[in-house]
């Protein structure tokens, strides 16, 4: 085995102890834990993570990551904004019925709640999540709304927005909160949220 070879192993076994343990204990997860579920040692995680909330931020680019990606895929360029959002909004509705969305809402909260209880890791969480969400504004920069073409500020702008809407639909789903929140539920509340001026408007 090379050693880019033993890096990436003890690399993929200290995330997926990570996950075990911090899906399991949330903040309180140990990292003598960690390292032992993975069978290395305290140097590894500093030595590939920096420290116990560089793996943690690993932990969560890892389940960010796909799910963007996969955003790109189901929202096709040439469509207007109202279109590209509706088919976004579908797209995370339909997310909420694969078979382990309810392990990654699970994890979701158990970070946010790592977050609340130390504010340095809170503020590298979300650094990674903005960094991810540019392939949202990205998505769409440059389409055509009512008011001209939607700019990189706008962007920004809407997908703070959807992101805080979808969310909290997509948390409510499981819990009852939303019984009749189905995918044109999901859409039609994307949509006018996207059509109020105030939130495509440039804005100060």
Request: no cysteine; hydrophobic share 45%.
């Given at each position: 085995?090379?050693?880019?070879e033993a890096?990436?192993?003890n ?12 899906s399991?204990d ?6 003598d ?15 590939l ?8 931020v690993?932990l ?6 796909p799910h963007?990606?996969?955003?790109g ?11 590209a959002?509706d ?9 909420l ?8 809402l699970?994890?979701q909260?158990t ?9 340095e890791?809170?503020?590298r969480?979300?650094t990674?999540?903005?960094?991810q969400?540019d ?9 055509p709304?009512?008011?001209g073409?939607?700019t990189?500020?706008?962007?920004r ?7 805080a809407?979808?969310t909290?639909?997509a ?12 995918e ?11 059509s109020?001026a105030?939130?495509v408007?440039?804005?100060?």
């Open positions: 085995m090379t050693r880019a890096k990436e192993r690399r993929r076994a200290l995330l997926d102890a990570a996950l075990e343990v911090v399991r949330g903040y309180r997860a140990r990292l834990e960690i390292v032992a579920r993975a069978g290395l040692t305290t140097g590894a995680v500093y030595s993570f920096g420290s116990k909330n560089g793996l943690v690993a969560a680019d890892e389940h960010l990551r963007y990606e996969e955003i895929k189901a929202v096709p360029a040439g469509l207007g904004l109202l279109e959002v088919a976004f909004a579908r797209h995370y509705r339909r997310g019925d694969v078979p382990d969305a309810h392990s990654a699970s994890l909260i970070l946010l709640d790592m977050a609340l209880h130390d504010p890791l809170g503020a969480l979300a990674s999540v903005r960094e969400e392939q949202l504004v990205a998505l769409f920069t440059g389409r709304h009512p008011g073409t939607v990189p500020h706008q962007a702008r809407l997908t703070t927005a959807l992101r809407l979808l909290g639909l948390q409510g789903v499981p819990l009852g909160l939303a019984p009749d929140a189905d044109e539920f999901f859409a039609a509340a994307a949509r006018a949220l996207a109020g105030s939130l408007g440039e804005g100060a």
